[in-house]
């Protein structure tokens, strides 16, 4: 498999390597995460403060970034903001942000998230029970978790989740993921490849899913000739696939035989 990314989009790890294979572990590493202890992640039921039932197993197919906070917990509100501007830079195509918070009221969390201008789900670990399931004896601490529900990156401590940097590892991991690829296993890296300036669609319809398959959800349709930004490329199978912004601002998955290049400069 083969993955182009935007250069403003990935680290400098991707922009100086000439074709190497790196493993999963040493791509989070770069970043700061480490290998888990554990390898499966719990999975648990949760409600929100909105009351809505907040399962873990209904994110498999997606990256998940499942963190563990509290209001009162400076180093956790630290975090808070990066953590959003993660979850927005995907829209939901490939990613879930959870944060887990701990033994804290609706009410509390609530006013927190709206004061803050956070809009990630945040599921309510009255008890400390799923934190137990997780080994957590201080927050905030974060893991990550394949599209096939296994644990495979850890920190401790708060971090900065919207770095150049982090991004391009996780849409390196959302593209491995969803394209058939084992995330357990070695990763080919290719240089940067010249990229379409702007992208528009065939025909009329067109759908925009969630992610680089036929049977995923679909989050849009184009209209005839409608622009789309492209912000990444995976290939692999005999086809390949556009990560797109819409006119909108929506992000998603076209096929790439679905759009052509356009003249106009973004």
Not at 37 to 48: E, Q, T, V, Y
Request: aromatic share 8%; glycine share 12%; charged share 20%.
């Amino acid at each position: 498999m083969s993955i182009a990314l935007l250069a403003t989009l990935t680290s400098p790890l991707f922009a100086q390597q000439s074709k190497s294979v790196t493993s999963v572990d040493d791509l989070l590493r770069s970043v700061g995460l480490s290998k888990p202890s554990m390898s499966g992640a719990p999975d648990f039921n949760l409600l929100d403060p909105n009351g809505t039932l907040v399962g873990l197993s209904s994110y498999r197919g997606k990256l998940v970034l499942l963190n563990f906070w509290a209001t009162w917990c400076g180093p956790c509100r630290e975090e808070m903001a990066s953590m959003e501007n993660l979850s927005r830079s995907f829209g939901g195509a490939g990613l879930a942000v959870l944060g887990i918070n701990q033994r804290e009221n609706a009410a509390v969390v609530t006013r927190f998230m709206k004061t803050n201008g956070l809009n990630f789900t945040t599921p309510l670990d009255t008890t400390g029970r799923v934190a137990g399931y997780y080994r957590v004896y201080g927050i905030p601490v974060s893991y990550l978790i394949d599209t096939n529900g296994q644990l495979i990156g850890v920190k401790s401590g708060p971090m900065d989740w919207a770095t150049p940097a982090v991004i391009g590892v996780f849409r390196k991991l959302i593209g491995e993921g969803n394209s058939g690829g084992a995330l357990g296993r070695s990763i080919n890296l290719e240089p940067t490849t010249p990229f379409p300036k702007m992208l528009r669609g065939r025909s009329d319809g067109i759908a925009v899913r969630s992610r680089q398959d036929t049977d995923s959800e679909i989050i849009g349709k184009l209209s005839l000739g409608e622009e789309l930004a492209p912000l990444g490329k995976v290939s692999g199978a005999g086809e390949f696939w556009y990560m797109v912004k819409t006119t909108s601002g929506a992000l998603g998955w076209v096929r790439g035989g679905d759009v052509e290049e356009t003249n106009r400069q973004k």
